[in-house]
């Protein structure tokens, strides 16, 4: 029985986890920018890591909450997108830092 328990409270966990580590890893990216010449960085860069960092927080967000009530489907479909939306702009930023 604490198996079932475990499982049902642990799997949301670990199912945020994934798209909460690339938003960090957004977050790292934008923090030593900001520490090596904040005032150079372009401003497109900027925000596509900020709005890219956001998105993969928001979509685990969703995907935590979609663990724990697997009926909401819009939860599904915030998820699906959010996460798509914040790999394109991690996408664009390293595109952004080979041509800055």
């Avoid at 090596?36 to 596509?48: A, C, D, E, F, Q």
């Avoid at 489907?73 to 041509?99: D, E, P, Y």
Wanted: proline share 4%.
């Amino acid at each position: 029985m604490t198996d079932g328990l475990q499982e049902r409270f642990i799997r949301p966990i670990i199912n945020a986890s994934y798209p909460g580590t690339l938003g960090a890893l957004s977050l790292t990216v934008y923090r030593i920018m900001e520490l090596r010449g904040g005032s150079t960085i372009p401003y497109m860069l900027k925000n596509s890591l900020l709005i890219g960092a956001t998105a993969f927080l928001l979509s685990a967000f969703c995907i935590f909450f979609y663990s724990l009530y697997p009926t909401r489907h819009a939860l599904w479909t915030a998820t699906a997108i959010l996460f798509l939306s914040g790999l394109v702009l991690t996408i664009t930023s390293v595109i952004l830092l080979f041509t800055v």
